[in-house]
């Protein structure tokens, strides 16, 4: 059989990087003897490596492939990864090989929080009894401490957010890692676990809460974990870190993310409003009643913040405008069909209020003008939303001068 010139190339590239690889680990490694002792590099389980020969071949056989893996592995993850490093493995191999050992080496960890399996009948409701069985609860409880303590693993080793990694590795949304992107990879896996251990506490006080049918209402237990949660976040973060973690996290920038929502707002606008409403929350506890001169305050000093666009952002606080918004969203059209739309409420509400106070008309006239501006709101709204998007939005509004309209 003849050898083609290219695999002829290929294997004497590859015994010629068998030889370098051989020569450099002699170089740097040299042989190691005697017994290793293991290290512990955290607070939460020992960051070992299943028994393995610790010892570095130095046999330099020039064009063979007498290069194996246990020439650099180690009962000390550290040295492990700093022997894949010296040798030039990708990182995301050396990310790729860790995880999977870590995982393996916890398997049995989680597998005995697991509660006792049982035999299952294809005629029991097992998906209840694994629901709301306090064993399943507990066991996921136990599971979820493990997997924390394999976060904290693999930051100590690799420096990297393993949440993150995963659902990179998956191709999935992440959305903490997101709002997270202006920290370093390993102070985000830091403040991720922080953020997501204090929730699985809230949901567990929220959970409690739901049982007793006290209903979902902030109590001093609920402070006290937020609290808490405030105080280890404190450390992890410098000033300006923490002024960007509140723009994403903290309720202050919440309310006014909430309140935009439609009026495309641009970074000035959302930072003059955040400040407003920073001294807002500091001053006041809760929202205000419309109408009264605090309220009437509070207004004027939006207006003065956004001058010209205070219209826009009072647009954006009426449901009715909200959801036109949704649906334009949700059915990928124009941003200016919802304002079109939104437009036509106050002279249709204006002529129903008009017919309304007519006296002159009898009822049964009444209800045929209603009709009629019914019929055209109807026409005007299906024509700009299409067939789809307005039997979507005709049975999730309220605004009778829609949904009493006749096709």
């Known amino acids: 059989m003849k050898w083609s010139r290219s695999i002829l190339t290929l294997l004497l590239l590859n015994a010629a990087w068998l030889g370098v690889a051989s020569y450099f680990l002699a170089r740097?490694?040299?042989?190691?003897?005697?017994?290793?002792?293991?290290?512990?590099?955290?607070?939460?389980?020992?960051?070992?490596?299943?028994?393995?020969?610790?010892?570095?071949?130095?046999?330099?056989?020039?064009?063979?492939?007498?290069?194996?893996?246990?020439?650099?592995?180690s009962e000390d993850y550290r040295t492990y990864i700093t022997r894949l490093r010296a040798i030039g493995c990708p990182e995301q191999t050396i990310r790729d090989i860790v995880i999977a050992d870590v995982d393996k080496m916890l398997a049995p960890k989680f597998q005995a929080a697991s509660p006792n399996p049982r035999e299952v009948k294809y005629w029991q409701p097992i998906e209840h009894d694994l629901f709301d069985g306090a064993d399943q609860k507990e066991a996921l409880r136990?599971?979820?401490?493990?997997?924390?303590?394999?976060?904290?693993?693999?930051?100590?080793?690799?420096?990297?957010?393993?949440?993150?990694?995963?659902?990179?590795v998956m191709g999935q949304e992440d959305y903490h890692g997101q709002?997270?992107?202006?920290?370093?990879?390993?102070?985000?896996?830091?403040?991720r676990t922080v953020l997501d251990q204090f929730a699985d506490q809230e949901r567990e006080l929220l959970?409690?809460?739901?049982?007793?049918?006290?209903?979902?209402?902030?109590?001093?237990?609920?402070?006290?974990?937020?609290?808490?949660?405030?105080?280890?976040?404190?450390?992890?973060?410098?000033?300006?870190?923490?002024?960007?973690?509140?723009?994403?996290?903290?309720?202050?920038?919440?309310?006014?993310?909430?309140?935009?929502?439609g009026m495309d707002a641009s970074e000035e606008e959302f930072l003059k409003l955040y400040e407003l409403q920073r001294q807002f929350d500091a001053k006041y506890n809760g929202p205000l009643p419309p109408g009264g001169s605090e309220w009437n305050e509070v207004q004027q000093q939006i207006r003065d913040a956004l001058g010209e666009r205070y219209g826009d952002w009072m647009r954006a606080q009426d449901p009715d405008y909200r959801e036109l918004v949704r649906v334009t969203t949700r059915f990928k059209l124009p941003a200016t069909v919802a304002a079109q739309l939104y437009s036509f409420k106050q002279p249709v509400e204006q002529?129903?209020?008009?017919?309304?106070?007519?006296?002159?008309?009898?009822?049964?006239?009444?209800?045929?003008?209603?009709?009629a501006i019914a019929n055209e709101t109807h026409r005007a709204y299906k024509e700009a939303l299409g067939e789809k998007a307005f039997w979507y939005y005709e049975r999730r509004t309220s605004n009778p001068w829609v949904r009493a309209a006749k096709p």
């Open 142 to 168: 136990a599971q979820r401490a493990l997997d924390f303590e394999k976060r904290e693993v693999i930051r100590e080793l690799l420096g990297i957010d393993l949440v993150g990694e995963r659902l990179r």
């Open 351 to 371: 002529e129903r209020a008009n017919v309304e106070a007519d006296s002159n008309l009898t009822t049964q006239q009444k209800d045929a003008a209603f009709q």
């Open 179 to 191: 709002r997270l992107s202006f920290l370093p990879e390993e102070k985000r896996a830091r403040v």
């Open 207 to 261: 959970e409690q809460q739901i049982e007793e049918g006290t209903g979902l209402v902030d109590t001093a237990e609920l402070a006290r974990v937020r609290q808490q949660k405030e105080a280890a976040l404190a450390p992890l973060l410098t000033p300006a870190e923490r002024e960007q973690y509140d723009l994403w996290f903290s309720e202050s920038a919440a309310r006014v993310r909430e309140s935009i929502y």
């Open 28 to 73: 740097h490694f040299g042989n190691t003897t005697g017994e290793t002792q293991v290290e512990y590099v955290t607070n939460y389980v020992p960051v070992l490596k299943s028994a393995r020969v610790n010892t570095i071949v130095t046999n330099i056989i020039t064009g063979t492939n007498d290069f194996r893996w246990e020439q650099l592995e």
